[in-house]
T-cell receptor
Framework: NAGVTQTPKFRVLKTGQSMTLLCAQD?????MYWYRQDPGMGLRLIHY???????AKGEVPDGYNVSRLKKQNFLLGLESAAPSQTSVYFC?????????????FGQGTRLTVV | DAKTTQPTSMDCAEGRAANLPCNHS???????VYWYRQIHSQGPQYIIH???NNETNEMASLIITEDRKSSTLILPHATLRDTAVYYC????????????FGTGTRLQVTL
């Protein structure tokens, strides 16, 4: 049982390049989340999804897009990367609404934009 | 979802109990209190959660005041491996509820 898996684990991008981060969970969870964490800071919610085919904005959605075409996958896209998007990105999933059950997190994707 | 207030940092001697406070004075009736921790730069790890009763599991105890406006996470015998950032989160049960993290408490366990 792999839990939540993030791909890739590390990436260096040039300004203006695009990329997609993949989050996959094998627990049949309905809810999935994308966060970013800057040095010395807490996690900030980028986008989240309450089910297949649905997405919603979090606290810091600008510059990112997401898709949830399959229940087990939640993709985070950067269309034109900027140095301000240098961060560690975490994905999480929960069975139901946030208050019902614990969240499981991936190990993070370390992204550097130069 | 209600906001929480936690001290920025705390120290604890190894083997002693670590008591981490959290204020959530605007919590509403259907909101749960969750605690997570983040060791180094790993993904956060679930510790415990509760609604109004005190809770205990193999990792920690959660004490929630009767008015539910504050709570305390207790690590009964802290070890060096408990050094981490601890996040207290209040989450509702509706479909719009989402996990939002504050800056947490950095717990340093020392010899």
């Amino acid at each position: 049982n792999a839990g939540v898996t993030q791909t890739p684990k590390f990436r260096v991008l040039k300004t203006g390049q695009s990329m997609t981060l993949l989050c996959a969970q094998d627990m049949n969870h309905e809810y999935m989340y994308w966060y970013r964490q800057d040095p010395g800071m807490g996690l900030r919610l980028i986008h989240y999804s309450v089910g297949e085919g649905t997405t919603a904005k979090g606290e810091v959605p600008d510059g990112y897009n997401v898709s949830r075409l399959k229940k087990q996958n939640f993709l985070l896209g950067l269309e034109s990367a900027a140095p301000s998007q240098t961060s560690v990105y975490f994905c999480a999933s929960t069975h139901g609404g946030g208050g019902f059950t614990e969240a499981f997190f991936g190990q993070g994707t370390r992204l550097t934009v130069v | 979802d209600a906001k929480t207030t936690q001290p920025t940092s705390m120290d604890c001697a190894e083997g002693r109990a670590a008591n981490l406070p959290c204020n959530h004075s605007t919590i509403s009736g259907n909101e749960y209190v969750y605690w997570y921790r983040q060791i180094h730069s790993q993904g956060p790890q679930y510790i415990i959660h509760g609604l109004k009763n005190n809770e205990t599991n193999e990792m920690a105890s959660l004490i929630i005041t009767e008015d539910r406006k504050s709570s305390t996470l207790i690590l009964p015998h802290a070890t060096l491996r408990d050094t981490a950032v601890y996040y207290c989160i209040v989450v509702g049960t509706g479909t719009a509820s989402k996990l939002t993290f504050g800056t947490g408490t950095r717990l340093q366990v020392t010899l």
